[in-house]
């Protein structure tokens, strides 16, 4: 301890040079969703079972579910359902997910990802000249649309641990469709803001009112044609969205826009299948206790780049440092924006579609292996090293080109616990705010593709991993994660975000709260925000005293303040109940019995 302490001393009486290495632009890392007005949230305790998702009709669905007898998986059907009508920006049918399950023995990882069309190549987001395409220019239209996921990923899921007709679970977001719901304080917001969905007639007249304004905060909205889409999916599964007149109408929509045509085919929609992989576990030591964390593998790069930071923190000396005033320090934060900088550098190297990319050393645990995570620990000094360079697990040579930093966005979280001990994280995303502004029949369509790199490879002639690729999974931060008790392998939390590449640093941000801190899932949730993405050190605004921000950059730091608008679920068990958190700067919440 007197180790520590004399560390820590040490750091904050010295401001040393920045290391000399790649030069780091002062640019903010761009976020999935606008902020809007945040909401104190309480905390939940409930008794045998709860639905954490991003909007109370979502949750209260999935609840109604649970009350009729289902399982997990059939809240989660059901929620996802209402979060497609009444949060059209983040989620949706028209995109892709990846679900954690716990079925009281094992867990198991269903990859509902959207994948490349087969007539996509690794030069789609390259312009004339064959340079990367500005961002929105690539996403808006139908270029960037993927094979959507999501609901043959649910179907799979749901032969599996179901309990209620499939039918059955989409009556809540039918009803809702039917009759309306009211429009909240945040979809006005982010359509205040929206720059690009009035460009669409389809989702102009939906959103907006005729003088072009959008909805108003309480106006009742309805969906007729949704509801149809719904029913239709209902009698006759996911192959109503993949074939027949809906698939043609998504079809029509993509390879028929005026400005930026895609290549999404009726071939590409009846052939996607959903995925079940292994999932990637690590342990961790915290609060004395061991852990067992679970979470989902590539093309997922959420799970190994948490277990990577977790891991390395543990290396030093910042395994000893408590909160400050009901804060991170400026100690605290240097060891953590410094790990995950080193985690960045490898998810840049490393990761994509393991059905396109070998894992270094042949598996994927090889980034999480104890030498692999001291020697990159011991990268970490008492200056900023600003950017970091990838490592090499066992010994592995890249043939690959890191990819290069751009825009990630995206996503919904739903986190729930049944009655019958099985449990779930999925985190679901149609990518950027309303994905790629086209509205079908009702629902939105995902602009997921632009998560491939733009650049296929580098100034040598190295391709990227991540490039595009015909029926290829783009990468991902999403990061559903589980974790166990690993004494008595008992289900101790469920959890995961949206938020783009930052949904890593959420949800490490939650889980060291709840282990090594010791808070509820709400305290954790309401920390401020954090993190670097191999660039600069990104904090939320107005969170952190001035003299932490300056400590920061004495150590050579380029630090940032910034909205950083989390959306964190998190179920935590305790003695004889479940206490859920729900992030305050979102619509979430947290309904059980």
């Known amino acids: 301890m007197l180790s520590v302490v004399m560390f820590a001393a040490a750091l904050a009486a010295c401001a040393p040079a920045p290391l000399r290495g790649p030069t780091v632009t002062g640019e903010r890392p761009l976020q999935p969703e606008g902020a809007s007005t945040q909401t104190r949230k309480p905390g939940w305790v409930t008794r045998t079972q709860a639905v954490a998702a991003a909007h109370p009709m979502a949750a209260d669905a999935g609840l109604r579910m649970l009350k009729e007898g289902g399982s997990a998986v059939d809240a989660a059907i059901a929620a996802q359902m209402v979060l497609t009508l009444v949060e059209p920006q983040s989620s949706g049918i028209g995109g892709g997910s990846f679900l954690l399950h716990w079925n009281g023995r094992e867990v198991e990882a269903f990859d509902g990802r959207e994948t490349a069309p087969a007539l996509a190549d690794e030069r789609l987001f390259l312009d004339a000249g064959g340079k990367p395409m500005a961002f929105h220019a690539a996403a808006v239209g139908g270029r960037a649309v993927g094979v959507p996921g999501t609901l043959r990923m649910l179907e799979l899921a ?25 429009v909240g304080a945040r979809l006005h917001a982010l359509l205040t803001n929206e720059a690009h969905l009035k460009q669409d007639p389809a989702a102009a007249a939906y959103f907006y009112q005729a003088d072009g304004t959008p ?12 509801a ?106 240097h060891f953590y924006t410094e790990a995950a900088r080193l985690a960045f550098a490898d998810r840049a190297q490393w990761v994509a579609d393991p059905d396109f990319v070998q894992p270094p050393a042949g598996r994927w645990t090889s980034l999480l292996d104890p030498p692999y995570l001291a020697q990159r620990a011991a990268l970490i000094g008492t200056a900023s090293m600003q950017v970091a360079s990838p490592g090499s697990p066992s010994g592995t040579r890249a043939s690959f080109a890191p990819m290069p930093e751009q825009p990630e966005y995206g996503t919904s979280h739903i986190s729930i616990v049944d009655n019958q001990g ?141 909205v950083l608008p989390s959306g964190v679920q998190a179920i935590v068990r305790t003695p004889g109940a479940w206490f859920g958190g729900a992030d305050s700067r979102r619509e979430g919440t947290v309904a059980g019995d």
């Open 422 to 562: 099985n449990a779930l994280a999925m985190t679901s995303s149609i990518e950027a705010q309303f994905g790629a502004r086209q509205m079908v029949s009702g629902f939105l369509l995902n602009n997921e593709l632009t998560d491939f790199s733009f650049e296929p490879a580098d100034a040598q002639g190295r391709p990227v991993a991540n490039r595009v690729q015909p029926g290829k999974r783009p990468r991902s931060s999403m990061a559903p994660t589980l974790v166990f008790d690993k004494a008595g392998n008992q289900l101790v939390m469920t959890a995961g975000s949206p938020g783009g590449a930052v949904i890593i640093h959420h949800t490490a941000k939650t889980l060291y709260g709840v282990f090594h801190w010791g808070l509820n899932p709400q305290q954790a949730i309401d920390l401020p925000n954090f993190g670097s993405n191999n660039g600069p050190t990104f904090v939320e605004s107005e969170r952190f005293p001035a003299a932490t921000l300056q400590a920061l950059r004495a150590r050579g730091a380029v630090v940032l303040e910034q």
């Open 158 to 182: 749901h032969r599996q641990h179901g309990r209620l007709p499939w039918a059955q679970l989409f009556q809540p977001a039918i009803a809702l469709a039917d009759d309306g719901f009211p």
């Open 215 to 226: 909805r108003r905060v309480g106006e009742l909205l309805r969906n007729p044609e949704l």
């Open 228 to 333: 149809a889409v719904f029913r239709r999916i209902a009698a006759e599964g996911p192959r109503a969205l993949h074939e027949g007149e809906i698939a043609q109408a998504i079809v029509d929509k993509v390879q028929k826009h005026p400005g930026n045509p895609g290549r999404l085919s009726l071939a590409d929609l009846a052939a996607y299948q959903p995925r079940k992989r292994e999932p990637l576990c690590h342990d961790l030591h915290a609060g004395g206790k061991d852990w067992h964390v679970c979470g989902f593998p590539p093309p997922s790069s959420g799970a190994i780049a948490i277990g990577q930071i977790l891991g390395m923190l543990s290396l030093t000396p910042a395994t000893a440092m408590p909160l400050k005033d009901g804060l991170p320090s400026a100690d605290w934060l």
